[in-house]
């Protein structure tokens, strides 16, 4: 995300939630009035929002504090004006059993967790998880972990506890590095490129010193020569 853009955080911070429970969303941006949108198959969804979801100051906030499977729908903060954060696809379900995945892209090198969260039991039970409808995963507890994610990683996520049921899908996007971008809130920087951007520039300071320090060295040895 953009420095400085319209951001959106959710409350739980997760894609999926079950239905009954409360789901908050909040905006904020740094360049004035802002307010969440709502798109659910092409429709705005506004009518339903308290007032408190279209504020005149820099920050926004929505609370449903009781959802329904009719409160799916892709959300996103808008700026006065145009600007809009990253949008989630929110499911909300009527099943027993919910992924619990990244609200927003994950960038590569990261590690990611999914986890399988059941609404009867918060037993750590054993559970499987799918990709784009394959199974790639037997997990004898709750949670499977992607080590150093790539582009190949991204696809529809869905989990399953036997006995309990499956979850629905969720899409796990994966972007690269890009100059400008800042990671979300609820992403973890990738250590190795902290460290490639905080060590290089001070290599590159000693590297100019040194040729600074060698043409000097030339310098003064030419003079020398011609004094001779």
């Known amino acids: 995300m953009v420095k400085g853009a319209a951001t959106l955080r959710v409350t739980p911070n997760r894609l999926q939630h079950f239905q009954y429970e409360p789901l908050s969303f909040d905006c904020e941006s740094p360049d004035g009035p802002i307010e969440l949108r709502g798109v659910r198959t092409s429709e705005e969804l506004l009518e339903h929002f308290s007032p408190a979801c279209n504020s005149k100051t820099t920050s926004s906030s929505c609370t449903i504090s009781q959802t329904y499977v009719t409160d799916s729908a892709e959300y996103w903060c808008e700026v006065k004006g145009g600007q ?44 499987n998880f799918y990709k784009d409808d394959g199974l790639i995963d037997r997990s004898p507890s709750d949670n499977m972990e992607i080590k150093s994610v790539s582009r190949s990683d991204e696809g529809r996520y869905k989990c399953s506890i036997s006995g309990v049921g499956t979850s629905p899908e969720s899409w796990l996007h994966v972007r690269s590095y890009s100059s400008g971008e800042t990671l979300s809130d609820d992403s973890s920087y990738n250590p190795v490129l902290i460290l490639l951007w905080t060590v290089l520039p001070i290599l590159l300071i000693i590297l100019m010193l040194l040729v600074v320090g060698f043409l000097n060295t030339r310098k003064h040895q030419g003079n020398s020569v011609f004094s001779v």
Not at 113 to 127: E, P, V
């Open 84 to 127: 809009r954060s990253n949008s989630v696809n929110i499911t909300i379900t009527d099943g027993s059993v919910i992924l619990q995945s990244p609200v927003f892209p994950v960038f590569e090198g990261n590690n990611v967790t999914l986890r399988c969260i059941s609404k009867t039991t918060h037993i750590n039970q054993s559970a």
